[in-house]
């Protein structure tokens, strides 16, 4: 079991910051993967950024240049710094966790925080 615990969400400005954070603890020496993903309402869920534990980072193309995800093992926290945020980035950010099972991975979420971009 990994318990995920996400924060940092809240409501900014078009072109404004925020950091999110997700605190993980329980079975975490065999994550495979880290990750935030996003929905807005009326949408899929949908992948932002990944951080395998062998360094590897994957972007969504509508975040990349903007997004950065990192991850601070002393912590047991992974971020997403978000700069120059628009209104259509607005949905409930959570946070992802993927460890090895058979047959199949599997898939711990966050709760989920709501980040709204708005003037």
């Known amino acids: 079991q990994v318990q995920l615990v996400e924060s940092g969400g809240g409501l900014v400005q078009p072109g404004g910051s925020l950091r999110l954070s997700c605190a993980f603890s329980g079975s975490i020496f065999n994550i495979l993967v880290m990750g935030w993903y996003r929905q807005a309402p009326g949408k899929q869920r949908e992948p932002v950024a990944t951080l395998t534990t062998g360094g590897t980072l994957t972007y969504a193309d509508s975040v990349k240049g903007r997004f950065t995800i990192s991850r601070e093992n002393a912590k047991n926290t992974v971020y997403l710094q978000m700069n120059s945020l628009k209104p259509e980035d607005t949905a409930v950010y959570y946070c992802?966790?993927?460890?090895?099972?058979?047959?199949?991975?599997?898939?711990?979420w966050g709760q989920g925080t709501q980040v709204t971009v708005s003037s």
């Open positions: 992802n966790a993927v460890v090895p099972h058979v047959p199949t991975n599997l898939r711990y």
